[in-house]
Each structure stands twice: as structure tokens, then as C-alpha cells.
């Protein structure tokens, strides 16, 4: 009988990840060698796993280097348009598998560890996850730095060096506990420290007018040093750079004035100006007004800014090399993305280096302002929009005051001579408003100082149009426009799911990494047998490798040939996990209610943090894990249902539960998720997805067709019915038995038999205060519930034919499509697949 395949074995049979040259192997192996001794200092006597790690990070990168110095020098020499994409999260996750991918070097790297006597996977397991985002937007800024690289655009990502990420989440007891993310504890080896580039960055002072213009005097100084780290693009030698800032305190910090005793507390002090850069807000779709946010979201405009113009000053132009002085030219070769609001201050900071550094007069200055920047709208959440009290603008910030100021009394004498006598429509335009505490609006800051506005679904931008920003686009309807959201099928593909790339390729090549829009060929097919049999197959591979996972990780045994029901993502009200808890409870009664019943076995799976001061989604965490306490404690039920909370959910444990699922969970009210990409990237992986009509949740159904996909549920003029006509939670409470006994059950402490009126809280917000209309949804959802159990236990092979028709839409949803629009119709840029010159090794 056949011996196995070893992990090693069939890695080793996927041309996706690179063909291994056996001279490359062997430079490969001295290398690391070379980098355990010379790097690590050990010999593998001494050497630990993580030194391991370490020493195939180091060989790895060295295969970066050249190419992006050579990168470097190519922008320099052909001098294109550049784009900086500001964003207050890059949630990365590892690097190494990434970086191997793109550069095609993953089996040789694994024939090279192998021969070494070691485990490449195992090694990987050791890495860090850059946890440096919260959610959706935070990885959206991930996947499109990878598109940006992978289509040859000059585009620089900017953004904080927290020390401290995303937190860890443990699960005691039931509760959520937050632990620090001390992701830099053992060193990152994929960044390089540029202290030759640090920048001043200014706050508190007070503003002098004087006959030369504006002075921003007696601030404090902090001082941001850039830490580079590069991004490959894909097989095309181009390596991008993500800036990332950390703040330093100077040397002179609090020093000024000290006497001998003030001496050691004044070092000690330095800790306050470091602190900008200490620890990421935890918070999704929420904003928190504290000054310690806004330091960050100044610190990173500022030092970012600087970067940009001393770039642009000393850029090379056609054939002769000059110092550019004049800055009018910036928005020709300068774009700057603002991913969402959190980096608006770049509006009013480059006015005020215009205007009070550089001297230009105020309309010039605007102009420029104005075609530099875009901003991408992520939400229309009202707690979710920024508003910042002026009180601490003219404390943190003076003079940008002074310049909001200004920028509103030109805008609103604009909507004055062109809307005479409308005041209401003054006072809801305005950047400033008025009220027991007078806060700055800095959606409609970004609205008004950039030439292009972006949702992030088709949906989504309706609804920025049709309501929340109607006033806008009544002024300005060309700068709105639509960008859906996209992943990047490297990572979310190739380097999560092998076998499945492998599959597609074997059928139509391996072009489809770079245009995903040839996915649609597989609709050729969908009947063939031999390939419905290798994606089931696959399939079932990764259900049972996430099983043994969950076993080793969490201690936890389920049954891999169960329906894996998946919702990850962060947990809020508006995303209705709640939903998905009536759901399991429904089933969990059903079962009890006729056991000798044949039931289509289902596992489900709930993962994804709660910010540390949102009381409702730590409850909401506290119910799933008292839930399963119950159901998977419960002899009769047995097997056929399990409900698991996936502790600490992240990037890395993405790229493990995704592939494995059958069934993602894309249940949001209709008009609240902006966009959604967990949706895409399950579709991409194979996972069948029961939605509402929300966010690209729409598009995909369009794209695949919507019959081969469960939707169910209120559309966005029904939810609106409903808000007209008022929502009734006890209407459906008291009209359906099912629902109302999963409710009593939750209320009189069926699953919290040790604390009854432990979810009281949570029963009396869905009975009467669910902005998001749980009750309205789930008698649809049920019976939707009930055709996917159907259709997964009588019709595999339906159900496969779906899954091929998914994946062979799902090309839209490429985040090179996305980069190539933001490119073409907002930053004036074209893309290219065409590779540069691979540099020569210089070892």
C-alpha cells in the first residue's frame, strides 16, 4: 500500500508556489546557515525554533533587498506619478508564506528547510502577526498595498509603528479578557529603522500673526522615525514600501528648564511624547474623542507630509535633475488616498505648509490641496463618523483651527450665493457643529478639500449619495464615485488555499493570479465530474486539516464531515450574531424536540473580538460560549450540532478557518455593512454564503448569480419601510413560537442556569431598542437555514456545482480590479503587468 503524502510531499507537487531549482536550494541552505551564524550568532547546537525562524526570514528577505533598492532607483529614474496611501491600520498578519509566494520561492524554501531536518510550516507557526488593524479597513489597506506592487504603481503606504497591535483575546470562562499584543518583543525581521528620514512633528503652542504670514510657536516637539518595510508585488521584481512611523521623544524633551532634581524625572517624561506611538485604538466602526487619538491621527499626517514634499522636491525630472520649487506641480505627480477620515488632517496640514511654510496665496494653495487629495468612505454608522471637539483642536491643534475655520466660511459662502436664504442646508453642511459642545465634522472636512469621494460597494455609494451625503452630492456630484472593495487572491488564494489553486490552475492555467476575471472560464466546468470531485476533495482536505487544528489549539473535537457554519468577523450589533444565536438555538430545540429525525450535521463556528468598552458585544460573546456550553454538552444533540467560539480571531487563523468553511455568514441589517470582505473571501475559497442584500454582498449575487447564493431577508427600502412605519420587536415576538421560546430561554437562564438574568440586558435591547431589526429577519433566515441544510445533505454534488459557479464569479472581487479603478479614475495613474529587470545577486 501507498505511504501517505507528507505536507512536505504535496507541496512539493503545487507549481503555484514556484519551481524550486536545485541550485537554488542549495544557495538557499547556505544562507540560512550563514544567517544563523553571522546574523543569530548560533550554531544548531544552541539554536531554538524561533532562531530557525529567524534565519529563513533573513534568507528570504535577502531576496527583497536587491529588488527593492532596484525598484527605488527605477521610480527615481522614471520619475511617475506616486500615491500615498494614508491609513490608521495595516493589519498585515506574517509575512514570510507572503513573501515566498510572490517571489516564487515557497517549495524551494521548503526542499531547502526539509533537507535542513526541519518543518517549514512549524517554522511559519512562529511568526508574529503584524496585528497593526482592527477589521475590514485596517486588512483592505493590507490587500491593496499587495495589489498596488503586484500592477508596477509607485505607491508608498503610511501609517503608525505600534508597539502594541490589535489585542490578544482569551476566553475565561465565557468572557472576553484583552491581553497587550507585544508583537515586537522578539524583533521584526522584515523592517529596516531610517532614522536618516525622521521628521519634527508639532503640538499644543499658540499661533502668532505677523506682516510675513502665520507662526505656529512654543509647541511641543516629538520627533517620528520611519521604519521601512518592503512589499513584493507579484513574480514581477517590484518591491513597494510601507512607511510606518514611531514616535521619539528629543533629546532636549522636558530638558529645557531642568535644575538637578528635575533631571531624572524629565528623561523619565520622555515616555508621554512616546506614548503617540504605543498601542492601536482597538475600536471598529466607533469613534473614541480622546486627545491621545487625535495626537496620532496629527503625527501621522505631519510626518508623512513632510515625506512627501521632501520626495517631491528632490525627485529626478525627465533628464536633467534639479530641486523642484515650486509646488504647483504636485497634484500631477502626487495622489493622496485617505483611507477613511482618520487621516483628514492631511487637508488642513498641507494647507497650512502652502500657505505658511511655502507662501503661496490661499486659492492657489486650495487648488492644490483639493486635486491632491481622495478620500474613501467606509461606514454610515452615525457613532462611527469622527467628530472632534473644537475645544481640543485649539489646545492640540491651533493654527489647523484657524485653517478648518477659514475652509468653512469660503465653503459656506459658496452654498450661500448658490442656495440663497437656506439655512437649515448651511447648518448641515457645515464643517462645523454647533451645539452644547461645538465639534468638527471631518467627513464633511474630507468631502469638501478632495476631488474624488468613494463608497466602498455599489450599495454603499447610493446610500452616501441618496442620504447621508446628499447635500454634498447635490453641490458636487462628479467628485462621488464607487470603488467595491477586493481582496488579494495571493494571499487569500495561493498562499491560504494550495490545493485549490492548484485545481484551478491545472484547468486554466496560471494566469488567473494576475487577472482573476479568468476564473469565469471554470464555468466551462461546472459539470465535470473529475473536477466537482477535486474541489469536494479539496474541500474535505481543509475541513479536516482545520479540525486537527482546532483539536491541537483549542482542545476541541468536531466532526469533519459536519456542515461547517462560519461567521468571523468582529462582533457588533449592526453584524447580528444574535441572529446567527436564535439560529443555533432554533435547531438545538428542533433536535431536542424530535431526535430520531435525520439532521444534517453542522458545526458552527463564531469568531472575532469585541472593542474593550462595548458592553452589548462582550455580552453577545458571553451568550455563543454559554450557548455551547449547553448544545455540545447535550447527549441527545451528539454530533449534530457543536457551536464553537474561535478564540482570537486574526489574520492568520482567517487563512486556516476560510478555506475549511461550507457556509460563511454574511447576515448585516441591509444598509449597514459598507462592504464586507470575509464575504469575498469565502466566496474565493469555496464556502457557499447565506447574506441579506447588503454591502458587495449584492454584487457577488450578481456576479455568481443570486440563485447560487442563500439570500434571504429585508432589502434596503423594506428596512426603510420599517423605519417609517416603526419596528415592533413584540409583534414577531408574540406571532412566532419558535422565536419567542429561544428568547424566553435566553431571558429565564436556560443556557446561564448559575446566573438567570446574566443576558437580561441583552433580551431587553432586542425587545425594545434593536436599531438593527433582529426579530424583522429571522423567520426568513430560518427557512433559508433550513434549504441550505437540504441542499448539503441530499445534493453534494448541487451543492459543488454552486461552490464552482461562486469561485468562477468571484474575479470581480480581485483587489488588483479595485487598485486598477482607484488608479485610472481617481490618482490619474496607470497600471501595469509588466515586470521590472530582476537585480543582479549581489552576494
Known amino acids: 500500500m501507498a505511504k501517505p503524502l507528507t505536507d512536505h510531499d504535496k507541496r512539493k507537487q503545487i507549481s503555484v508556489r514556484g519551481l524550486a531549482g536545485v541550485e537554488n536550494v542549495a544557495d538557499l541552505k547556505t544562507n540560512f546557515n550563514r544567517h544563523l551564524h553571522f546574523t543569530l550568532v548560533k550554531d544548531r547546537n544552541v539554536a531554538t525554533k524561533r532562531d530557525y525562524y529567524f534565519a529563513l526570514a533573513n534568507t528570504v528577505r535577502d531576496h527583497l533587498v536587491g529588488r527593492w533598492i532596484r525598484t527605488q532607483q527605477h521610480y527615481y529614474e522614471k520619475d511617475p506619478k506616486r500615491v500615498y496611501y494614508l491609513s490608521l491600520e495595516f493589519y498585515m498578519g506574517r509575512t514570510l508564506q507572503n513573501t515566498m509566494v510572490n517571489l516564487a520561492l515557497e517549495n524551494a524554501c521548503d526542499e531547502a528547510t526539509y533537507q535542513l531536518g526541519l518543518d517549514m510550516e512549524e517554522l511559519q507557526d512562529i511568526e508574529e502577526d503584524a496585528g497593526l ?14 495589489s498596488m506592487a503586484s500592477l508596477g504603481l509607485a505607491a508608498y503606504g503610511y501609517g503608525i509603528r505600534y508597539e502594541f497591535g490589535i489585542f490578544n483575546q482569551k476566553i475565561v470562562n465565557g468572557w472576553q479578557v484583552e491581553e497587550a499584543d507585544d508583537w515586537l518583543r522578539y524583533g521584526n525581521p522584515w523592517e529596516k529603522a531610517r532614522p536618516e528620514y525622521m521628521r519634527p512633528v508639532q503640538f499644543y503652542g499658540r499661533v502668532e500673526h505677523t506682516a510675513d504670514g502665520a507662526q505656529w510657536v512654543d509647541a511641543q516637539v516629538v520627533l517620528a522615525l520611519p521604519y521601512d518595510t518592503p512589499v513584493p508585488g507579484y ?10 512611523w514611531s514616535a521619539k521623544a528629543p533629546c532636549d524633551f522636558n530638558l529645557k528648564d531642568f535644575n538637578v532634581g528635575g533631571y531624572i524625572q524629565a528623561v523619565l517624561d520622555r515616555n508621554l511624547a512616546e506614548n503617540i506611538s504605543r498601542v492601536l485604538y482597538p475600536n471598529d466602526n466607533f469613534f473614541e474623542g480622546k486627545e491621545l487619538r487625535l495626537k496620532q491621527e496629527y503625527f501621522v499626517v505631519a510626518a508623512t507630509l513632510q515625506d512627501i514634499i521632501r520626495r517631491f522636491k528632490a525627485s529626478k525630472f525627465g533628464s536633467t535633475e534639479f530641486v523642484r520649487l515650486d509646488l504647483s506641480a504636485l497634484p500631477d505627480k502626487v495622489a493622496i488616498q485617505l483611507n477613511d477620515t482618520h487621516p483628514a488632517l492631511a487637508i488642513p496640514e498641507l494647507m497650512r505648509i502652502l500657505v505658511d511654510q511655502e507662501k503661496l496665496a490661499w486659492e492657489k494653495a486650495w487648488n492644490i490641496v483639493v486635486r491632491t487629495c481622495a478620500y474613501t468612505n467606509h461606514t454610515v454608522l452615525p457613532e462611527a463618523l ?20 477659514e475652509i468653512n466660511r469660503r465653503h459656506l459662502e459658496r452654498i450661500t450665493k448658490l442656495y440663497p436664504g437656506d439655512l437649515d442646508r448651511l447648518r ?3 464643517l462645523i457643529e454647533e451645539g452644547d459642545v461645538k465639534k468638527i465634522n471631518m467627513a464633511h472636512l474630507c468631502i469638501v478639500g478632495s476631488h474624488a469621494v468613494n463608497g466602498v460597494a455599489r450599495i454603499h455609494s447610493d446610500i452616501i449619495k441618496n442620504t447621508v451625503f446628499k447635500d454634498f452630492y447635490d453641490l458636487d456630484p462628479e467628485k462621488f464615485q464607487n470603488k467595491t472593495n477586493g481582496i488579494t487572491p495571493r494571499r487569500w488564494l495561493v498562499m491560504c488555499n494550495p490545493g485549490l489553486a492548484e485545481v484551478i490552475a491545472e484547468r486554466i492555467g496560471e494566469d488567473y493570479m494576475r487577472d482573476l476575471d479568468q476564473l469565469k472560464k471554470l464555468l466551462d466546468f461546472v459539470d465535470d465530474e473529475s473536477f466537482i470531485r477535486d474541489v469536494a476533495k479539496i474541500k474535505q482536505e481543509n475541513k479536516m486539516k482545520f479540525a486537527a487544528h482546532l483539536e491541537e489549539h483549542y482542545k476541541v473535537k468536531i466532526n469533519p464531515y459536519s456542515m461547517f457554519d462560519v461567521q468571523v468577523k468582529r462582533i457588533h450589533e449592526y453584524k447580528r450574531q444574535l441572529l446567527n444565536c436564535l439560529h443555533i438555538i432554533t435547531l438545538y430545540n428542533r433536535i431536542k424536540k424530535e431526535p430520531s429525525k435525520s439532521w444534517t450535521p453542522r458545526t458552527i463556528m463564531i469568531g472575532g473580538k469585541a472593542a474593550p468598552g462595548y458592553h452589548t458585544a462582550k455580552m453577545i460573546i458571553k451568550l455563543i460560549t454559554s450557548i455551547g456550553d449547553i448544545v455540545n454538552n447535550d447527549p441527545v444533540v451528539g454530533d449534530r450540532l457543536k457551536v464553537i467560539f474561535l478564540e482570537n480571531y486574526r489574520v492568520t487563523l482567517a487563512e486556516k478557518v476560510i478555506p475549511a468553511a461550507d457556509l460563511s455568514e454574511q447576515i448585516s441589517t441591509a444598509g449597514t455593512e459598507a462592504s464586507g470582505t470575509g464575504n469575498m473571501k469565502f466566496m474565493l475559497n469555496g464556502a457557499l454564503t447565506i447574506g441579506t442584500m447588503d454591502g458587495a454582498n449584492v454584487e457577488m449575487a ?3 448569480g443570486e440563485e447560487n447564493l442563500f439570500i434571504f431577508g429585508m432589502r434596503v427600502p423594506d428596512v426603510e419601510a420599517l423605519d417609517k412605519k416603526g419596528y415592533d420587536a413584540s409583534s414577531y415576538y408574540n406571532r412566532i413560537p419558535e422565536l419567542k421560546q429561544a428568547v424566553d430561554q435566553i431571558s429565564n437562564g436556560f443556557f446561564s442556569p448559575e446566573h438567570p438574568g446574566l443576558f437580561k440586558d441583552l433580551v431587553n435591547m432586542l425587545m425594545n431598542h434593536d436599531r438593527f431589526k433582529v426579530f424583522a429577519d429571522y423567520e426568513d433566515y430560518i427557512e433559508c437555514q433550513e434549504k441550505v441544510s437540504e441542499l448539503y445533505q441530499q445534493n453534494p454534488k448541487a451543492w459543488t456545482r454552486k461552490v464552482i459557479r461562486n469561485i468562477a464569479g468571484s474575479g470581480k472581487f480581485s483587489s488588483d480590479r479595485t487598485i486598477s479603478q482607484y488608479a485610472r479614475e481617481i490618482w490619474g495613474m496607470e497600471p501595469s503587468m509588466e515586470k521590472i529587470a530582476a537585480p543582479d545577486d549581489p552576494r
Do not use: K
Not at 513574480?235 to 510606518?244: A, K, P, S, W
Not at 467628530?387 to 478648518?404: A, E, S, Y
Open 133 to 146: 488593524g482592527n477589521g475590514g479597513l485596517g486588512r483592505l489597506a493590507a490587500c491593496f498595498l499587495d
Open 702 to 704: 450578481e456576479e455568481a
Open 235 to 244: 513574480r514581477n521584481n517590484i518591491v513597494n514600501t510601507m512607511r510606518l
Open 386 to 405: 469622527e467628530r472632534w471637539p473644537v475645544d481640543l483642536f485649539q489646545n492640540l491643534l491651533p493654527r489647523h483651527l484657524q485653517i478648518i475655520y
Open 428 to 430: 448641515r453642511m457645515s
